[in-house]
């Protein structure tokens, strides 16, 4: 089946860091990539998604770009703030639908400190 | 930016009992979910449904579980009867196209 995998389980970084998180997809087929960040005490919230080789999502100064050849969707943050400590999710859709049926990965747990 | 709810927020139940786990999506989404994730695991799909009905339900969506929205008021999770192994948190979330997705909080589930 489908599957995400995230290399790093936490990043510890210092204010203006580059922050760059990795994302290695398995599926069949062309599936959409998606990032979506938690804070504490809430859900996740969409940061952006991407659906085609090579087309690149951004949002608040976070982007990643949709890699077929290497199946990969790194995040990355060219200086990151405290406020950017949360715990980050690479996931994807196959249904081929966009019906919504998201497969995650673990999760990696970001910590900026100032 | 708009907010789905959960209710409630945490629930600790005997094995064997029912549940519901209630959900208000945001007002005008179409599209509803549920996700579950067993702490320090990853979220997993369980269920997704659209226009009064279950589209797709992964293996993890039991005989004892069942999804439904009346009338237009919460979208519900009732587990009858809950085992030890659906202790988890499970989150709610609505999209209006099903792309992008808004989540709730979160319920906390604890079958003793």
């Known amino acids: 089946g489908d599957s995400v995998t995230q290399t790093e389980g936490q990043v510890a970084l210092s204010e203006e860091d580059f922050l760059t998180i990795h994302c290695n997809y398995s599926a069949s087929g062309y599936p959409a990539l998606f990032w979506y960040v938690q804070y504490p005490g809430e859900g996740p919230q969409f940061l952006f998604r991407?659906?085609?080789?090579?087309e690149k999502g951004s949002s608040r100064g976070f982007e990643a770009t949709y890699d077929k050849g290497t199946t990969s969707f790194h995040l990355r943050k060219a200086s990151v703030q405290e406020s950017d400590s949360a715990v980050y999710y690479c996931a994807l859709d196959n249904t081929g639908a966009n019906t919504g049926k998201l497969t995650f990965g673990h999760g990696t747990i970001l910590r900026v400190h100032p | 930016g708009p907010k789905v709810l959960q209710i409630p927020s945490h629930q600790i139940i005997d094995m064997g009992q029912m549940v519901t786990l209630n959900c208000d999506p945001v007002?005008?989404?179409?599209?509803f979910y549920w996700y579950k994730q067993i702490l320090g695991q990853q979220m997993e799909f369980l269920v997704n449904f659209y226009n009064g009905k279950v589209m797709e339900k992964s293996k993890l969506f039991k005989d004892q579980f069942s999804v439904e929205r009346p009338d237009g008021s919460y979208f519900t999770l009732k587990i009858q009867p809950t085992a030890l192994e659906d202790s988890a948190v499970y989150f709610c979330a609505s999209s209006v196209t099903g792309d992008e997705q808004y989540f709730g909080p979160g319920t906390r589930l604890t079958v003793l």
């Open positions: 007002s005008n989404h179409l599209y």
């Open positions: 991407a659906s085609r080789d090579k």
